[in-house]
Antibody, heavy 120, light 107 residues
Framework: EVQLVESGGGLVQPGGSLRLSCAASGFTFSSYEMNWVRQAPGKGLEWVSYISSSGSTIYYADSVKGRFTISRDNAKNSLYLQMNSLRAEDTAVYYC?????????????WGQGTLVTVSS | EIVMTQSPATLSVSPGERATLSCRASQSVSSNLAWYQQKPGQAPRLLIYGASTRATGIPARFSGSGSGTEFTLTISSLQSEDFAVYYCQQYNNWPLTFGPGTKVDIK
């Protein structure tokens, strides 16, 4: 069974940092492209970042570029999101999401999300 | 950035009725469009990809159509478990973008 389990969320002050993790199981993690998607309280979905299966290709939303860093450790079946210079508008549930095995087929598995709250 | 819009924002439907949700892209995304369903407190679930292909395990009452800039998600006969928020997403261009969602609630 495919499982994605996020962790690392919590309360952080504006300007602070946080590192999110996503532990993957039930599939060959190293073969899949991965993403982070966030959802502010009561709002819609916002794609945050993408990383290719090898980690060689990375994309970011403009809203986080220069502040967030996506990475992965295929040996540990883990995806990460390092978040620096956090702002109140970064408050959201952060989901890791797997690109479907079929090319260009959306995100077929999502984690349950981890809540990040940026507040003083 | 490709801007996705969805209409209506809220759709009130009786169980057993048909629901038609629209999604529009600010420029062509070919058929690189997905639909997701999200229920309160849950992660989104992939329903449709490639504009019209049902994801694994998705009931046949869900269907998608369209290409280019205009897309439609149809739920042929609403079941109680279908009341949720539906999002479209384009994955033709970076950055990937989602529509604001359509909430389908009980009439």
């Amino acid at each position: 069974e495919v499982q994605l389990v996020e962790s690392g969320g919590g309360l952080v002050q504006p300007g602070g940092s946080l590192r999110l993790s996503c532990a993957a199981s039930g599939f060959t993690f190293s073969s899949y492209e991965m993403n982070w998607v966030r959802q502010a309280p009561g709002k819609g979905l916002e794609w945050v970042s993408y990383i290719s299966s090898s980690g060689s290709t990375i994309y970011y939303a403009d809203s986080v570029k220069g502040r967030f860093t996506i990475s992965r450790d295929n040996a540990k079946n883990s995806l990460y999101l390092q978040m620096n210079s956090l702002r109140a508008e970064d408050t959201a549930v952060y989901y890791c999401a797997r690109d479907a095995v079929v090319p260009a087929a959306g995100f077929d598995y999502w984690g349950q999300g981890t809540l990040v709250t940026v507040s003083s | 950035e490709i801007v996705m819009t969805q209409s209506p924002a809220t759709l009130s439907v009786s169980p057993g009725e048909r629901a038609t949700l629209s999604c529009r892209a600010s420029q062509s995304v070919s058929s690189n469009l997905a639909w997701y369903q999200q229920k309160p407190g849950q992660a989104p679930r992939l329903l449709i990809y490639g504009a019209s292909t049902r994801a694994t395990g998705i009931p046949a009452r869900f269907s998608g159509s369209g290409s280019g800039t205009e897309f439609t998600l149809t739920i042929s006969s609403l079941q109680s478990e279908d009341f949720a928020v539906y999002y479209c997403q384009q994955y033709n261009n970076w950055p990937l973008t989602f529509g604001p969602g359509t909430k389908v609630d009980i009439k």
